[in-house]
């Protein structure tokens, strides 16, 4: 199929659904909830959720904590993306590291980093800077080993092409080993974002300081039903706009697969 | 048998060349003594079944193996790692992905530090012969294989190798696009004068293109006889029903029976074998 057929086939009709499928759930919602089928004092009823939103906005000045926290993801992933990356390359050029250090590095993947947060705080203080830390080492393992996984699954034959044509070291990696391990690289800086936005609101919500998981927290504790639930929309909102802005970078620096 | 009748204008040579792998199931030796040259302009072939220990000769003549004994001289000068006079088409596709067709035929400009309109313009010109006008702008994921196989052809053109050094690089084709294929080869072939090493499993492709064909035997791959093929030039694949071309197939296939036989009969064996020990 060439670019063209697959552009003129796009057609409106999977938004709609998945569009129509939200407005259906929340209605649904809606119905259980004024029906007292779902109790209201845990779930509250999505139009008060949605005429909270205003309230939200003006007098919990969420749109300053939403660029805290969107900050906040912000630079992990740049030191996400700028360490892991280098720490899989490093790994794969180093067998002996890899060997050492993979199967540690998966361990960590899994282990809940959210609950260090006592030793975060001692080291950074109780700053926006323990924030970033730990979203920055809950995602560290996902980007290092996609990293790795991507440069390691270079087809041989490319890697064959590059020596016949006597490539340098760094001319093999640089024109190919890289680019082809670009997508599965950006598979792993997509998983590492959900680890960091995660565990940012986590800890904002435990150590009860800056961004949303603050106001979620407050909002929670003042028993703001239909805030607290506004104001998780708005973290949703924070992880759409990052998978937006990476799409782009991908297709930017890989137009085609 | 085949000893390398050296010629002064040969400029590869191919001299004594074993290979063995060491396998679970013990050494197998892919290429046993093998020598032979290739003149200067000449289009030369290899062929054998499969299994014969075709790829393993590319791959030394390549320069990217290097465990096994004899030497390759180019031009006189021995190798040991790949040589800039010889260009390689491999029989996987081999295209780069992230790139253009023009980047992808560009690629070896780029490694030589050509400036960016200087290696398109250059570029442009081996997609043109290789008969991809108007796909310039296309990514290889738009293609079809037998496109894809155009451009790594153009893009290894495109370093003006002294040898065209090509791995069965239309086995993955249907039989239509393959002959075409080959009218495309055999005419670059006579443009450029290249010289051309071609390893093929295709009776009908070696006998078309080729001024000599080498004929490998199955396990151990020794050199069986070099048939010269003595066919008018310039051709095409109109040739493949001439009298002289049946001849020449006829004959080759009688050598290659046998081989080819014993290479099946190797090969269920070996399933038998796997079969009855698990
Ligand atoms: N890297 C390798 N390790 C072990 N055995 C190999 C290796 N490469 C090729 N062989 C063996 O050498 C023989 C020749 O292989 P190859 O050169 O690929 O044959 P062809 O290209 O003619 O089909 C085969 O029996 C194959 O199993
Ligand atoms: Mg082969």
């Known amino acids: 199929m060439t670019a063209a057929t697959a552009r003129r086939s796009r057609s409106p009709l999977p938004a709609a659904t998945g569009i129509g499928a939200l407005v259906a759930f929340f209605a649904t919602m809606e119905v259980l909830v004024q029906s007292g089928m779902v109790n209201r004092f845990i779930v509250p009823p999505p139009s008060e959720i949605f005429g909270s939103f205003g309230r939200v906005i003006v007098e919990e000045h969420v749109f300053g904590r939403f660029l805290q926290t969107l ?126 936005l995660i565990n940012i609101v986590g800890v904002e919500f435990l150590i009860n300081y800056g961004g949303l998981g603050q106001l979620i927290n407050d909002l929670a504790e003042r028993y703001d039903l239909a805030g607290t639930y506004a104001a998780i929309c708005f973290v949703i909102l924070v992880s759409v706009l990052f998978f937006m802005a990476l799409e782009k970078v991908e297709r930017w620096l890989r137009p085609v697969d | 048998m085949a000893a390398p009748s050296s010629t002064n204008n040969a400029i590869l040579t191919a001299d004594h060349i074993n290979v063995r792998f060491e396998t679970a199931e013990g050494p197998v030796i892919a290429v046993d003594d093998v020598s032979f040259d290739v003149k200067q302009g000449e289009f030369f072939s290899v062929i054998g079944p499969s299994g014969c220990g075709k790829s393993t000769l590319f791959n030394v003549i390549g320069g990217l193996l290097s465990h096994h004994q004899g030497t390759i001289k180019v031009g006189g000068e021995t190798i040991s790692e790949p040589h800039k006079s010889i260009g390689m088409v491999f029989q996987e596709e081999s295209t780069f992905p992230w790139r253009t067709v023009t980047d992808n035929v560009a690629f070896p400009l780029e490694l030589i530090g050509m400036e960016k309109a200087q290696r398109i313009e250059r570029a442009k010109h081996f997609i043109g012969m290789v008969g991809l006008n108007g796909f310039e702008n296309r990514y290889p994921g738009e293609l079809s294989g037998g496109m894809r196989q155009r451009v790594s052809l153009a893009r290894t053109l495109a370093s003006e190798p002294k040898i065209l050094l090509m791995d069965e690089p239309f086995a993955a084709l249907d039989e239509q696009t393959r002959l075409l294929l080959g009218d495309k080869v055999l005419q670059i072939q006579q443009q450029l004068k290249q010289t051309t090493l071609l390893i093929t499993h295709n009776i009908t492709e070696a006998v078309q293109m080729s001024d000599r064909i080498l004929v490998m035997t199955y396990r151990p791959g020794k050199v069986k006889r070099i048939v010269d093929i003595d066919l008018p030039r310039p051709r095409t694949s109109e040739i493949v029903g001439s009298d002289a071309f049946g001849h020449y197939v006829a004959q080759i296939w009688s050598d290659l029976r046998e081989e080819a036989s014993r290479g099946m009969r190797d090969q269920e064996k070996h399933v038998m074998d796997e079969g009855a020990s698990s």
């Open chain 1, 71 to 196: 900050t906040e993801c912000l630079t992990a992933g740049v030191m996400l993306t700028v360490f892991g990356v280098a720490g899989g390359v490093l790994m794969h050029r180093f067998k002996l590291l890899q060997q050492a250090c993979e199967t540690w590095v998966a361990a960590l993947a899994s282990a809940p980093i959210v609950l260090m947060y006592p030793l975060f705080l001692v080291i950074y203080g109780r700053s926006a800077w323990t924030i970033i830390m730990m979203g920055f080492f809950a995602a560290l393992p996902p980007v290092i080993l996609k990293t790795i996984e991507g440069i390691s699954g270079t087809r041989k034959v490319l890697i064959n092409v590059g020596r016949s044509f006597n490539l340098t070291p760094s001319q093999q990696f640089w024109k190919i080993l890289f680019p082809s391990a670009l997508p599965t690289i950006f598979v792993g800086i997509r998983l590492g974002l959900i680890f960091a």
